[in-house]
């Protein structure tokens, strides 16, 4: 069984930082791709930011220069750093990572549960 536990959401007034920070455990021999997603009441789940197993990155346009995905692979840990937070930000946050469970020859994709961002004076 492989969990993945979020922490580091919550209410922050704009132009705030939050860091989210999202840890598998369980029965892991490797994680391929790390990323999170979001989605905003009435819109499309979007990717936010994602890290490969070799550390490059990606980030859609609205978030680039502002926030920082990262990975702790002796944690088995991905992490995002956002700083300059606009209410426009302001989403359900999901991790997701692609990860091989110990004992499989296959990779799998695996979703946290969601963790709230509001960014609100």
């Known amino acids: 069984q492989v969990q993945l536990v979020e922490s580091g959401g919550g209410l922050v007034q704009p132009g705030g930082s939050l860091r989210l920070s999202c840890a598998a455990s369980?029965?892991?021999?490797?994680?391929?791709?790390m990323g999170w997603y979001r989605q905003a009441p009435g819109k499309q789940r979007e990717l936010v930011a994602s890290i490969t197993s070799g550390s490059s990155t990606n980030y859609v346009d609205s978030v680039k220069g502002r926030f920082t995905i990262s990975r702790d692979n002796a944690k088995n840990t991905v992490y995002l750093q956002m700083n300059s937070l606009k209410p426009e930000d302001t989403a359900l946050y999901y991790c997701h990572l692609v990860l091989r469970p110990g004992g499989s020859y296959l990779e799998y994709p695996y979703w946290g549960q969601g963790i709230q961002v509001t960014v609100s004076s």
């Open positions: 369980g029965s892991i021999f490797s994680i391929n791709a």
